[in-house]
Structures are given as structure tokens and as C-alpha cells.
């Protein structure tokens, strides 16, 4: 036990204060992002809209998402992370204080398009703050740290949202304007006029040696075909995992029969997990695994939690199953971040980081318009199984590109 105790100190150690601080504003964020969770079931029980139709609004955040990103990146590059990190959040807040308001199939895929594609600019801004915030040698772990912040609201807000959704859905898009207004607050206040790490713009051979740099280091990603190729099956992996937060909620309530208090415990559930053990994780297969291994065995076993929902849906195996897709999610995503972070010139980080949430853009369209559909005609056995395929084939390609860019 002393042994793990130190292990777990360990692997926070040498995290500068920005890296901590750009995790407390994520953390303040995410504790009230508990509307994407429960959209869809809201849409459903409350709305009465169809699958498919809820499959479309939810596309619509993804669509939106895709311009917010792209933007965001491009954006970020010219004016800086500091600006479109502050202007995404202070946005968000008057369009989510209207969203209940929108009831009808296309003024709420309108107003979900709106809504994604203000506040995804956040994310490649946030991306390109934490590389140029954190010590060159503790990228991966400041971009963990990160996703421990967000796994950690992400916990807090489903649960607090199941308790919410029960007396009432507005309350859900009211508490998230209310923390995108404190994480604005917060950030402004301690980022205003902050220095950020310079050492980080330095050659990458000199951050990084092991990555291979066969590109001009400041070109454009969409001139990168490594890096497409790469993002292509990042997009394929995000499909599939992104299933947890368009049609694994909706499954949970038709075909399970769970209500909104137990489907915010599950979810709940998954970011407490990822919270605890996230950090301590990456910290040990840092020095266990190459990046290659670690990303390959994160996206392969995300097909083993989709799949066995096809066999049984006892509270259990959603639990198992649950547990292992957070495994997926911590092997996976801080490494694939670190891997486009590194991939970019110091000119082109906030691109680069743009494309790689691109790829989880195209998964909010097409992962609740492929899910809803495959499930209202085939049902969810088919669904979970294509999507254990659909895995296998991000996993070997994700293997294939990330040993030629990384080795």
C-alpha cells in the first residue's frame, strides 16, 4: 500500500500551476455539462420525439461541434488560446438559458447546432493551453490531467442531473449556463496576462526525441497525410465510443428500463472512475508501454465493453461494461492527444489540435445518427456488435499510423 501511495504522488509530481489551474477551470465547466447526457432521453420522454428524430438533433450538436473546432483551432492560431477559450465560455451562457425554450425537431437541432459550435471552440483553444502550459516532458500527463478534471465533472454532473432531470429537464440547461458563467470567471481571473511556457516552442527532437519529424514543422494538417490518415481512424474510434453519450443513455431507458436518477448514477459512475485512476494510469503505462501499445490496447478494448452488451443487459455487465470502456478512455484519448501535440509545429498547434477534435466532431453526427437508426430497425444486439467491428478497425489502423509518425 505505501508502495501504491507513492506510485499515485508520483505520477501528480511536476505539474506547473497553470496545468492545475486550466484543470479547475474544466472542472468548474464540466460539473455542469450534464445536458448532453441526458438529451436524449429528454427529446424521448419529454418531447416524444422518435429515435431517429433525436438521432438528428443529437447530429446537429456534432455538426455544430465540427464548425466549432475548426474554427476554434483556426481562430486560436491568430488570436490566441487565452481569448477563444474566454469568449467560447461567456458565448454558451445565453444560448443555454434559451434552449428549453426550443421544442420542435428543428428549432432544437437548430439551437443544439448553435450551441456546439460556440462552446467546442473552447476545446482546441484549451488543447493548445495545456501543451504550451506544462513542462515538455509532462505532456501526456497535463492533458491527463485535464480529462481527470473533466471525468470528475463529468461525475458530478450526470449525477447531480439525474437528480435534476427527475423534478425538471430546464433546470439541467439552466445549471450549465450557471457553471460556464464561474469557469469563465475563474479563468479570466488567473490566466489574464499570464506567461506561458516559451521552452515548449523549441524543435521537437529536442522536446521529444523518439517522434520522427519527416514533415515541415509548420505545414497545415490537411497537407499532413500521416496525419489525416491518423484522424481517420481516430474518427472511427470516436463513433464507436461516442455511442456512451447519444445512444447508451437511450438504451439504458427503453431497452433496460432504467430512469434518470440510475442512468446519472452509471454515468456518474464512469467519471469518479476515470477521476481516481486516470492519473495513476497513464503515470505507470508511461513506463511500461509505448504510445503505440498504449493507444492500440485502449481502442481494442472499447469493442470488448460494447460487445458483451449484446449478450446481457443485467446491472452488472452495465457496470463491467461501463468500468471497461473507462479503461478505453484513459488509454486512449491523453496519447492520441499527445501524439497530435507533438505532431504540430509551433505555428500550427491550435490547427492541429482543431482536426483532432474534428474527429470527435464527426462522431457526434455520426455516432447518434448511425446508432439510433441501426437500433430502431436491427435493434441494440446488432447495434453493440457493429460496434465491436467498428473498433477492431480503429484499433489496426490507429496501429498502422501512429507507428509511422511515432514509431
Given at each position: 500500500m505505501k508502495k501504491l501511495y507513492q506510485i499515485y504522488i508520483s505520477a501528480y509530481k511536476g505539474l506547473s500551476t497553470a496545468s492545475w489551474m486550466l484543470a479547475i477551470v474544466m472542472l468548474i465547466n464540466r460539473s455542469g455539462s450534464m445536458v448532453l447526457p441526458f438529451l436524449g432521453v429528454y427529446m424521448i420522454k419529454e418531447l416524444n420525439f422518435t429515435e431517429e428524430q433525436t438521432g438528428y438533433v443529437l447530429a446537429c450538436f456534432g455538426a455544430g461541434s465540427i464548425i466549432g473546432t475548426t474554427v476554434g483551432g483556426w481562430i486560436t492560431d491568430k488570436i490566441g488560446n487565452f481569448k477563444v477559450q474566454y469568449l467560447s465560455l461567456l458565448g454558451s451562457i445565453p444560448v443555454f438559458l434559451l434552449l428549453p425554450h426550443f421544442t420542435s425537431v428543428i428549432?432544437?437541432?437548430?439551437?443544439?447546432?448553435?450551441?456546439?459550435?460556440?462552446?467546442?471552440?473552447?476545446?482546441?483553444?484549451?488543447?493548445?493551453?495545456?501543451?504550451?502550459?506544462?513542462?515538455?516532458?509532462?505532456?501526456?500527463?497535463?492533458?491527463?490531467?485535464?480529462?481527470?478534471?473533466?471525468?470528475?465533472?463529468?461525475?458530478?454532473?450526470?449525477?447531480?442531473?439525474?437528480?435534476?432531470?427527475?423534478?425538471?429537464?430546464?433546470?439541467?440547461?439552466?445549471?450549465?449556463?450557471?457553471?460556464?458563467?464561474?469557469?469563465?470567471?475563474?479563468?479570466?481571473?488567473?490566466?489574464?496576462?499570464?506567461?506561458?511556457?516559451?521552452?515548449?516552442?523549441?524543435?521537437?527532437?529536442?522536446?521529444?526525441?523518439?517522434?520522427?519529424?519527416?514533415?515541415?514543422?509548420?505545414?497545415?494538417?490537411?497537407?499532413?497525410?500521416?496525419?489525416i490518415i491518423y484522424s481517420i481512424f481516430c474518427t472511427l474510434y470516436a463513433i464507436a465510443f461516442l455511442q456512451l453519450l447519444s445512444t447508451l443513455p437511450i438504451f439504458y431507458e427503453k431497452a433496460v428500463g432504467m430512469n434518470e436518477v440510475e442512468i446519472g448514477m452509471v454515468l456518474g459512475y464512469s467519471g469518479l472512475l476515470i477521476f481516481l485512476t486516470e492519473m495513476l494510469l497513464v503515470y505507470v503505462v508511461e513506463k511500461k508501454l509505448t504510445i503505440r501499445q498504449t493507444i492500440f490496447y485502449g481502442v481494442v478494448v472499447s469493442g470488448i465493453a460494447y460487445g458483451m452488451l449484446a449478450f446481457d443487459y443485467s446491472l452488472i455487465s452495465i457496470y463491467i461494461s461501463m468500468t471497461i470502456l473507462c479503461v478505453s478512455e484513459m488509454l486512449a484519448m491523453p496519447f492520441t492527444s499527445t501524439v497530435t501535440a507533438m505532431r504540430a509545429g509551433s505555428k500550427s498547434k491550435g490547427a492541429y489540435m482543431g482536426m483532432n477534435g474534428l474527429t470527435f466532431s464527426i462522431g457526434f453526427i455520426v455516432a447518434p445518427l448511425l446508432g439510433t437508426r441501426i437500433a430502431s430497425h436491427y435493434g441494440y444486439d446488432i447495434l453493440w456488435l457493429s460496434t465491436a467491428v467498428l473498433v477492431i478497425i480503429a484499433a489496426i489502423g490507429l496501429n498502422y499510423s501512429v507507428k509511422k509518425m511515432v514509431g
Open positions: 428549432s432544437l437541432a437548430l439551437m443544439m447546432f448553435l450551441q456546439s459550435a460556440v462552446s467546442e471552440m473552447f476545446r482546441p483553444a484549451n488543447s493548445v493551453a495545456i501543451t504550451m502550459y506544462a513542462k515538455p516532458e509532462n505532456i501526456t500527463r497535463a492533458f491527463s490531467l485535464n480529462r481527470m478534471a473533466i471525468n470528475l465533472g463529468f461525475s458530478i454532473g450526470p449525477a447531480m442531473g439525474g437528480i435534476l432531470a427527475a423534478i425538471s429537464y430546464s433546470l439541467l440547461f439552466y445549471v450549465n449556463a450557471f457553471a460556464a458563467f464561474a469557469a469563465a470567471i475563474v479563468f479570466i481571473y488567473f490566466f489574464k496576462g499570464r506567461k506561458t511556457n516559451k521552452e515548449f516552442f523549441k524543435e521537437k527532437e529536442e522536446l521529444l526525441p523518439v517522434f520522427e519529424v519527416e514533415e515541415e514543422p509548420n505545414q497545415s494538417p490537411y497537407k499532413d497525410k500521416m496525419f
